[in-house]
């Protein structure tokens, strides 16, 4: 009884590993689909340079978005199947989430929110000013000065109270 548990459980498992063979010898085969677009680093500035790596791209191919010009990618020697490309964002880029669209072997594959454009900071005087302090500006330090004043009037009349009656 226990050999037949046994030879059963070896069948199954042979017979698993059978069907399951001809379905990898397909995967590997010429009918590669780009997959897993990866963009590095996932937020950038206008102006910077992003990094778009594609697993299933062993011939190369190309990059689009809106926030970049097409771009080439190259296979990595050495790497299974991976390509690769450097593109610089416009710096008219809009601020937010981009695409990027990825054309392999004459297949397409689509990353809707791939990386994000940040927007830069809007120079200029902000809140300070260069001729000096404002009316508003000595007010309030007048009012504090006064309550300095006050305040130091009031513990030294104390103190001296205290030392007379003692």
């Known amino acids: 009884m226990r050999n037949s548990r046994g030879l059963a459980v070896t069948a199954a498992a042979v017979a698993a590993l059978g069907l399951a063979a001809p379905a990898a010898v397909a995967r590997d085969g010429m ?17 910077g340079q992003l990094t778009i790596t594609v697993d299933g791209c062993p011939a190369g191919g190309t990059a689009s978005s809106d926030a970049f010009p097409s771009t080439t990618l190259t296979p990595i020697n050495g790497a299974n199947r991976t390509a690769k490309g450097t593109a610089t964002v416009s710096q008219n880029a809009r601020p937010g989430s981009h695409s990027i669209t990825v054309n ?22 902000g809140g300070s000013s260069s001729s000096g302090a404002t009316p508003t500006d000595m007010a309030i330090g007048g009012g504090l000065v006064a309550a300095a004043l006050l305040g130091g009037g009031v513990f030294w009349m104390r103190r001296r109270s205290e030392r007379q009656a003692a």
Do not use: E
Not at 31 to 47: D, E, F, K, T, Y
Not at 105 to 123: D, E, K, Q, S, W
């Open 104 to 125: 392999c072997n004459g297949r397409t594959l689509t990353n809707p929110t791939a990386f994000t454009v940040i927007g830069g900071v809007r120079g200029g005087l």
């Open 31 to 47: 009918g590669v689909n780009p997959s897993n677009i990866v963009a590095l680093p996932s937020v950038i500035a206008r102006g």
